[in-house]
């Protein structure tokens, strides 16, 4: 096992961490979570890195996966909190902040997957093959997911008129 000093990682790796959180969940509250999030899993996997992958790789594996689980937990979130509003046993949240849902409703169409390949590929200029390493997923499959995930965002860019 390598021995890293978590400052050096995270000063290394934080603009990273930061513009893929930021790309990837749309309210500042939420990037600053997920950001949080990811550097706690860092820092706790970090005595188990053994130094098979770059560091750049391996904290980029813990942030899609990180990632990928916030998501899932703000969708389950989201459905308890609609069941319990329809119960009436909670009272509906007054949005205070006001987000231009249009500039992320081509995203939001994607599912978590294609959205994060998709970022990895045409914001963060990741090859395929780092793609799949980060992800642990065949090469074929993140080439397939970020075919059809361009397609989404192409016909839906076109349906807006924002093409």
């Known amino acids: ?16 961490v ?5 790309r990837y969940v749309f309210s500042r509250e939420d990037r600053e979570d997920l950001f949080q999030e990811i550097f706690v899993n860092i820092h ?18 813990i942030a899609v996966n990180t990632s990928l689980n ?13 069941i319990l509003s329809g119960l009436k046993l909670i009272e509906e949240e007054v949005q205070v902040v006001k987000i231009d849902i ?7 169409k994607l599912n978590p997957r294609q959205r994060m390949i998709l970022l990895l590929s045409d914001v963060e200029e ?3 093959e780092e793609i799949s390493a980060i992800m642990h997923l065949p090469t074929g499959t993140v080439k397939s997911n970020l075919h ?7 016909k839906e860019v076109g349906k807006n008129g924002r093409a």
């Open 18 to 22: 930061w513009r893929l959180a930021s």
């Open 102 to 108: 249009q500039e992320f409703a081509p995203l939001k």
């Open 44 to 61: 706790r996997s970090l005595p188990r890195f053994r130094g098979e992958a770059s560091i750049n790789t391996w904290v980029y594996r």
């Open 1 to 16: 096992m390598v021995k890293l000093d978590f400052a050096d990682v995270y000063s290394g790796t934080k603009d990273q």
């Open 70 to 82: 916030h998501i899932k937990k703000q969708k389950r979130h989201a459905l308890v909190k609609k």
């Open 148 to 154: 059809r995930a361009r397609e989404i965002i192409k």
């Open 126 to 128: 990741k090859k395929l």
